[in-house]
């Protein structure tokens, strides 16, 4: 904007001095001055459009009134008109991002607490009701299908005295999985936590190849989640909001780090370029492609973290008197030592099942030749897998004994229901 009021400046003397010394040079400098300042206001109008439509992230940082721009356009997205957020999921300062309550999108619905379900559920679960939460993304969500078609849901229509509240969010990994559980899981006393993640994964950091794709502009709810690291001998988590991406060194650290890229070394970070408009311009376009051009993110592991989490997870669950399954697509002998030695430690309040063997077996035994024919368009399974994977899931559950504590059920073949013992 400075070089606008410049440019503006330089056009004003020049026509003052035209009046009086009417010279070819102060001529030339005219339209000089002029043509800049045209392509300045150009390229500013062209930010206020990128600004708009969220696609702004290479012009934070480089101008003052930009990044106030920027930051008021975002408070107007994503909090004084909640309701836009993708009409469905919104930013959350606990979990990055969730699942708005009473919220109805395409075919899916959310009750009052944001579980996806046609109904709400009280805190306390009643007597004679085996409660089951599960947790985990969109396969436990179950895009694309409606609520009722969801494995859940014929979960918990396929057998009496069983409900199963679906927290699932799609694009969740472990980390903010586990943070949902705390937030909105533990208050309804579960006897079984369902999850179908084990360990830290790209999931769960912010992710930097989407916004320099251009696939998710910064408004993008599902950009934002929850960074873990440990302090000490305790586990410290950071939710990521859209606002820091306004601190260069968060930037740095969790968007150009896992590229392995040093901002300030590249050509067009340079700040000569946030002089001018123009300059911000070239910068907004061949930044992108400099970036992207470097490589893709390397694959997120910290087996450490995991098995702090994992801990701290099942420690919660013992004192809540409820049992934890693991349903993820690995042998138990595939995870690193550390993240069986805490699961080991916890053994009597975990199930760990490899899901990939327990539903390829359990199509098989349904006939089903080609999977693909078990999925909808989105890549996820349609109604007819849904259902497969429900009675997975059951046929898991009818096999044990569930609860503790006063609330133990077993599974009545006869009356096809979960009775109290």
């Known amino acids: 904007m400075l070089s606008i009021f410049v440019l503006f400046f330089l056009v004003f003397i020049c026509i003052f001095l035209l009046r009086q010394y009417p010279y070819k040079w102060i001529k030339f400098l005219l339209l000089v001055f002029f043509n800049l300042l045209v392509v300045e206001c150009f390229c500013y109008g062209y930010f206020i459009y990128l600004i708009n439509k969220g696609e702004s992230f290479?012009?934070?940082?480089?101008q003052w009134l930009l990044d106030r721009l920027i930051k008021s356009n975002l408070v107007g997205f994503l909090y004084i008109?909640?309701?836009?957020?993708?009409?469905?999921?919104?930013?959350d300062k606990d979990l990055g991002y969730t699942i708005g309550k009473n919220k109805t999108d395409f075919v899916y619905h959310t009750n009052a607490e944001g579980i996806r379900a046609d109904r709400n559920y009280p805190l306390i679960p009643s007597k004679d009701v085996l409660r089951m939460a599960v947790f985990g993304d969109s396969f436990v969500f179950c895009d694309w299908e409606p609520n009722k078609y969801t494995w859940p849901s014929y979960l918990e229509r396929s057998v009496s005295n069983l409900e199963v509240m679906n927290f699932g969010v799609s694009g969740y990994g472990l980390g903010?999985?586990?943070a949902r559980y705390l937030k909105d899981g533990v208050k309804f006393h579960p006897d079984i936590v369902f999850f179908n993640y084990i360990e830290l994964g790209n999931r769960d950091r912010i992710s930097a190849q989407d916004?320099?794709?251009?696939?998710?502009n910064i408004r993008q709810s599902s950009l934002y989640r929850i960074h873990y690291e440990i302090k000490g001998d305790?586990?410290?988590?950071?939710?990521?909001?859209?606002?820091?991406l306004f601190d260069p060194a968060f930037r740095q650290k969790y968007i150009y780090g896992p590229y392995n890229?040093?901002?300030?070394?590249?050509?067009?970070?340079n700040k000569v370029f946030s002089v001018s408009n123009l300059g911000l311009f070239l910068k907004n376009i061949f930044l992108r492609k400099e970036v992207a051009d470097l490589g893709v993110e390397s694959e997120y592991s910290n087996t450490h973290v995991t098995a702090k989490l994992l801990n701290n997870l099942l420690s919660v669950a013992e004192e809540n008197g409820s049992k934890v399954i693991f349903f993820v697509s690995r042998e138990f002998r595939e995870l690193e030592p550390e993240i069986q030695d805490v699961l080991l430690r916890h053994s009597k309040d975990v199930l760990f099942i490899n899901s990939r063997k327990a539903l390829d077996a359990h199509f098989k035994a349904r006939g089903v030749i080609d999977k693909k024919t078990l999925l909808n368009k989105s890549g996820h399974?349609?109604?007819r897998g849904n259902l497969y994977y429900a009675e997975v899931i059951a046929s898991i559950l009818k096999g044990r004994i569930w609860g503790r504590d006063g609330r133990r059920f077993r599974f009545d073949e006869a009356r096809n229901a979960f009775v109290r013992m």
């Open 261 to 269: 890229i040093n901002y300030s070394h590249l050509f067009w970070s």
């Open 234 to 244: 305790v586990l410290i988590s950071k939710v990521i909001t859209p606002f820091d």
């Open 58 to 62: 290479f012009l934070i940082g480089n």
């Open 81 to 91: 008109n909640p309701d836009r957020h993708n009409n469905f999921y919104q930013i």
């Open 381 to 383: 399974y349609n109604a």
């Open 176 to 178: 903010q999985s586990y």
């Open 211 to 216: 916004i320099f794709s251009g696939r998710l």
